[in-house]
């Protein structure tokens, strides 16, 4: 497709993939967070965004996840463009039960 891909380090240790396996599909690896949220346009997450990335967010992140939004307002108004806060922190947000809910 032409994309550049970037993995956190341990990020398939879940669900059984190796680093080696990410490196082998042609993706990059990073070591923390702070790295991928820094090159990333698209942030494509297995989990909501957690507490210690909120501040990571930036408005030219599209962030598709499950958000989760009821029980974590903090995130939901780092997510969403449509709260009033300053133009840095808002990003695009799909969440992935939101796209499925619709078909």
């Known amino acids: 497709m032409g994309c550049r891909v970037i993995v956190q380090r341990g990020a ?30 698209l942030l494509w997450k297995v989990k909501e965004i957690l507490p210690a990335e909120y501040n990571l967010i930036r408005r030219e992140h599209l962030i ?6 009821v029980p974590r307002p903090e995130m939901t108004r780092r997510a969403s463009p ?5 133009p840095a922190s808002m990003a695009r947000a799909i969440s992935i039960v939101s796209v499925l809910a619709g078909e």
């Open 82 to 86: 449509s709260v009033r806060m300053p």
């Open 64 to 69: 598709f996840t499950y958000l989760h939004a």
């Open 12 to 41: 398939g240790s879940g669900s059984g993939h190796t680093d080696e396996e990410y490196r082998r599909a042609g993706a990059e690896q990073a070591d923390a967070p702070e790295a991928l949220y820094a090159q990333a346009d």
